[in-house]
């Protein structure tokens, strides 16, 4: 019923920045709550950005606070995981998330998943 795409992934050089966009179609995605989750090799699967639909704020994992922000926009029904001042260990594959909750921001568990999109940070 409710399908996250993914898009804005690619190379990026250490310092540079990138967006990624979740459209989402099927469900408004107004008062579900949002996030980001990513994996690199080797790596457990970690949240780095969220949006509560709980108490309406914003939660990001330490790796990542105050480089990325997260958003949305109602109309487009689709929201972004902006990323700054990209790191090599930013690189992993970026995963879109959303539940009508009530769950746990950062952790879940998220009942819909974007497919990923691979964000490699390399110069």
């Known amino acids: 019923q409710l399908q996250l795409v993914e898009s804005g992934g690619g190379l990026v050089q250490p310092g540079g920045s990138l967006r990624l966009s979740c459209a989402a179609s099927?469900?408004?995605?107004?008062?579900?709550?949002i996030g980001w989750f990513r994996q690199a090799p080797g790596q457990e699967r970690e949240g780095v950005a969220c949006e509560s639909n709980s108490d309406g704020s914003a939660y990001f994992a330490r790796s990542v606070e105050g480089r990325f922000t997260i958003s949305r926009d109602n109309a487009k029904n689709t929201f972004y995981l902006q990323m700054n001042n990209l790191k090599p260990e930013d690189t992993a594959v970026y995963y879109c998330?959303?539940?009508?909750?009530?769950?746990?921001?950062?952790?879940?568990?998220?009942?819909?998943w974007g497919q990923g999109t691979q964000v490699t940070v390399s110069s």
């Open positions: 998330v959303t539940d009508p909750g009530p769950i746990v921001c950062l952790r879940g568990p998220y009942d819909y």
């Open positions: 099927g469900r408004s995605l107004e008062y579900y709550a």
